[in-house]
């Protein structure tokens, strides 16, 4: 659930015309319930959002949403609760999948301390989820690109201008995972302008773009199951 004293929280906004019953139910505490017992996920209040809903035309679905910490070391704890909670609850486990995330995986990712977002590929392969970057994630498809400057109080993350790209924070670090049975990608978009384009090697946030991750967007195709022949 929310955390209204945090300056961050997962979101989930659903069109009404698309899920006319809003959200049905939530199943965050569900999901945190299944972290691995005895091991500490660092998860905060507010950084996990799952939902149940339907479609106008009846399909249930789970939505969820999950804000990673700053090595990604829980993303993939978060995302093994999630999909246990799923196949182990008989009334979810034919809901159909949507989980926009805040991964913060890295490209070169130091072993034991942050999350590489190769090896978060196949982990997530081993569910039978797939990405709106496919089953394996370029490393090179960045979608943060942020370094500090001196005029903010953590004076040992600051870099000069000239160091932004060697000591800032340039990463593939988001994702949006479903079945691989469930969608095809019609089309997925990065933003970083506010005006759905990328500008690749270009820091943010600036005056325009508020934010320090680029915004992803996916259209998804439902895939029609294939009819038994006669």
Not at 42 to 59: K, Q
């Amino acid at each position: 659930s929310m955390d209204g004293a945090r300056d961050q929280n997962s979101v989930i906004l659903l069109k009404k015309t698309t899920f006319p019953r809003g959200i049905i139910s939530e199943i965050s505490a569900q999901v945190e319930g299944n972290f691995p017992p005895g091991e500490k996920v660092p998860v905060d209040r507010g950084d996990v959002l799952a939902v149940t809903t339907a479609s106008e035309d009846g399909i249930p679905f789970v939505v969820a949403s999950f804000h990673g910490d700053t090595n990604g070391m829980a993303t993939k704890p978060v995302l093994d609760a999630l999909m246990k909670t799923m196949n182990s609850d008989p009334q979810l486990i034919s809901h159909k999948l949507v989980f926009g995330l805040d991964a913060n995986t890295y490209e070169n990712a130091v072993a034991g301390e942050q999350q590489s977002v190769v090896d978060f590929g196949k982990f997530y392969q081993t569910f039978g989820l797939t990405s709106c970057w496919g089953d394996t994630p370029d490393p090179k498809n960045y979608t943060t690109y942020n370094a500090r400057t001196y005029l903010q109080t953590q004076l040992n993350k600051a870099c000069k201008k000239s160091e932004q790209r060697e000591k800032g924070d340039v990463n593939p670090k988001d994702f949006i995972l479903f079945r691989k049975g469930d969608f095809k990608v019609e089309k997925t978009w990065k933003d970083n302008t506010g005006e759905k384009t990328y500008t690749e090697d270009s820091a943010f946030p600036t005056l325009d773009f508020p934010s320090d991750h680029g915004l992803l967007s996916t259209i998804l195709e439902p895939i029609k199951p294939k009819s038994d022949k006669v």
